[in-house]
């Protein structure tokens, strides 16, 4: 195998970003995949709404995306 890493992209139901990032990491310790799978990631977005001319957080969103490489 080569030594160079790739990106992924896998494009998931919305609402359900965390569970199956957990269930991946789950099965890459499970199946030893560590050698081929080393990260993956959520990308995270914060969401602002303006209310009374103030600027207010209302927390972060998931991206319906995992990365992987």
Request: proline share 1%; net charge positive; no cysteine.
């Amino acid at each position: 195998m080569s030594e160079e890493k790739r990106w992924y992209s896998l494009r998931v139901i919305s609402g359900k970003e965390r569970k199956i990032k957990e269930r991946l990491d789950t099965e890459i310790q499970r199946n030893g995949w560590a050698d081929f799978i080393f990260q993956v990631v959520v990308p995270l977005e914060k969401v602002y709404k303006i209310r009374n001319g103030k600027k207010s957080s209302l927390g972060e969103k998931y991206s319906s995306r995992l990365y992987s490489y």
